[in-house]
């Protein structure tokens, strides 16, 4: 679609654990998928806001009603306040790249926002029900597609992208994907944070952690394969700072991911015309926060070997891969295919 002064084209991944956007202004942001609202009189005179959203939020949670508003890609169910919140982040967004809410010179805004390959077409409604007021135009798309579109990886590729709440698979074959071509796991990074936390608790019974502690450590010595060195984090034992080795706990929870992960891998490929499976096993694209995990290429591309041979890359910059490509897509989309699409 052409573009005017008019009209702002942007991307949004909305992410369970991380949001980014990118604009056609040439702004670009990432916030944690947090919002908090004061829980009493004495956390509003703190805070000094209504509302607030982001890496704030989480750092101060506990004086918040805090929310993580998305789960396994999409909005809770049966939550107003979540759809709320997730009004919050995308208001938020929105802001950071220029645009004031209701300004009366705001500019047109065309969003092309990133879901789960499978999402429901229920929550694909509620999150267009959200975005009322927020953007004049509204395109919801498979994220791995984003990633795809972004990246030009239009013909004989397949995109996974791993974040937080998902793992979600494109076959692109030149064409829009449909459902045949997609696939969505719970198996991801919320998971491996899930399995770690037993995993530790088990082993060290005494041990005080939150999930938040437990998902900085994964973020930081996340790793499948054979480990760079010792996983060594600090944290109390009955109230005393006390170095703990995770170690093994950080491989079998990061690596609770690659069976189900493989199998769908498999099950797409075996479903490309054969002429053309070779092409797409050597071009296997990992994105997403999870995709960074110290290996994992790797261990896709051993698991490729044993098909035949393949090669697994990971994206340059996971982090905005899927909100640049919702920016192509938005730019490149002419008004029919905002009219076919945003029913989709």
């Not at 084209?9 to 654990?17: A, K, Q, R």
């Not at 009366?104 to 267009?128: D, Y």
């Not at 290996?295 to 891969?321: C, H, I, M, N, S």
Request: charged share 25%; net charge negative.
């Amino acid at each position: 679609m052409e573009e005017s002064t008019d009209n702002l084209c942007v991307g949004i991944d909305l992410g369970t654990s991380r949001s980014s956007i990118s604009a056609s202004n040439g702004e670009r942001y990432v916030i944690d998928s947090y919002v908090g609202w004061p829980v009493d009189m004495v956390a509003r005179k703190l805070v000094k806001k209504q509302v607030l959203v982001g890496r704030e939020a989480l750092d101060n949670r506990p004086m918040l009603e805090l929310r993580r508003p998305l789960e396994r890609g999409i909005i809770k169910e049966g939550s107003r306040k979540d759809e709320e919140a997730v009004q919050e982040i995308l208001r938020h967004l929105i802001a950071l790249v220029g645009l004031k809410h209701k300004s009366k010179n705001r500019p047109k805004v065309r969003a092309v926002v990133g879901v789960p390959a499978e999402a429901f077409r229920v929550s694909k409604q509620r999150l267009r029900g959200v975005m009322e007021g927020i953007a004049d135009s509204v395109m919801l798309v498979s994220e791995p597609f984003a990633v795809a579109y972004g990246m030009e990886a239009l013909l004989h590729a397949l995109v996974i992208d791993i974040g937080a709440g998902t793992a979600d698979f494109c076959v692109m074959q030149g064409r829009y994907p449909t459902e045949e071509d997609q696939r969505t796991l719970p198996n991801a990074g919320d998971s491996i944070d899930e399995q770690l936390s037993k995993l530790v608790a088990e082993r060290y019974p005494e041990a005080q952690f939150t999930i938040h502690m437990i998902r900085a450590w994964k973020e930081k010595w996340s790793y499948v394969g054979q480990p760079q060195g010792r996983v060594m984090i600090t944290t109390p034992v009955k109230g005393k700072a006390t170095e703990l080795d995770i170690t093994d706990e950080m491989r079998v929870a990061c690596e609770s991911i690659l069976p189900p992960l493989t199998e769908t891998m498999l099950d797409l490929l075996s479903k490309v015309t054969p002429d053309y499976q070779e092409n797409v096993r050597n071009n296997v694209i990992l994105a997403g926060g999870t995709s960074l995990i110290a290996g994992l290429p790797e261990a896709v591309q051993k698991y490729l070997g044993e098909l035949g041979g393949g090669r697994a890359t990971v994206v340059k910059d996971p982090v905005f891969a899927g909100s640049d490509g919702g920016l192509a897509i938005a730019r490149d989309a002419s008004p029919s295919d905002w009219e076919k699409l945003s029913l989709v």
